[in-house]
């Protein structure tokens, strides 16, 4: 009888701790706090990429930039291209860069840096102009003219970068199949989901008429296929206010 009475009690106890197991609540998962808004803060608007760690700029132009840079307040820069050059009194560089503001939380953005250094070699910022991938125009690729005196002229060279995996992979689709000319990509600036993805990849085009800097707009469909939406020329004239 006392052994059967142990049972009976083990039971209860058992069937007790269960009943409050099932009540306890189901784990949740905590959302990341430094997870990054669209940059222009809607939905379906572009992600600003900030993972580039290639700068293919040279050296004369990275040097001024970070002499000019140096001790600016508010806001930090991260060198992504040099856009072009233009001989003045001096030299302008105009270079993307990807934007950080100074402050809690903040959300990084694309702006081109102009920077003056003048014959002397002192270096400053001319100017910031935020870069909006949302507004960018297309435009007639035409190749500048290196020898016009006071133009703006595309770098000669240009390190060709590694994009991140979904990105080369959509990018060597489309760039294969671009009848215009020849892309190769420089950075990628930013993303945006659609009904598949859109890219937009800073790159060098190369055609029959001359090479310029251009943000290539690549399109991934879902069922595997990529193209060149469109090609927007870039120049320094642009962003030299």
């Not at 005196?149 to 199949?177: H, Q, R, T």
């Amino acid at each position: 009888m006392k052994k059967t009475i142990s049972i009976l009690i083990v039971s209860l106890l058992a069937a007790a701790l269960l009943l409050v197991a099932c009540k306890a609540p189901a784990a949740t998962v905590d959302t990341p706090s430094d997870a990054k808004p669209a940059a222009n803060g809607t939905v379906g608007g572009w992600t600003v990429f900030d993972d580039s760690t290639a700068y293919p700029i040279p050296d004369k132009a990275m040097d001024a930039f970070n002499r000019a840079s140096d001790g600016y307040v508010g806001v930090g820069f991260k060198p992504i291209a040099l856009i072009g050059t233009q001989v003045v009194a001096g030299t302008n560089y105009s270079i993307l860069c990807l934007a950080t503001p100074v402050v809690q939380n903040p959300v990084s953005h694309l702006a081109v840096v102009t920077v003056y250094e003048d014959v002397s070699g002192k270096a400053t910022i001319k100017n910031v102009v935020d870069f909006d991938l949302g507004q960018i125009k297309d435009a007639e690729t035409e190749a500048a003219d290196p020898a016009l005196v006071g133009g703006w002229a595309v770098p000669e060279e240009y390190k060709v970068i590694n994009l991140p995996a979904d990105a080369a992979v959509a990018f060597s689709k489309a760039a294969n199949a671009y009848e215009a000319g020849t892309l190769e990509p420089l950075a990628l600036l930013g993303s945006q989901v659609v009904a598949g993805m859109n890219y937009a990849v800073l790159c060098r085009e190369t055609t029959e008429a001359g090479s310029n800097t251009v943000v290539a707009f690549i399109y991934a469909a879902l069922d595997g296929t990529a193209s060149v939406l469109s090609v927007s020329t870039l120049s320094g004239a642009d962003f030299n206010e």
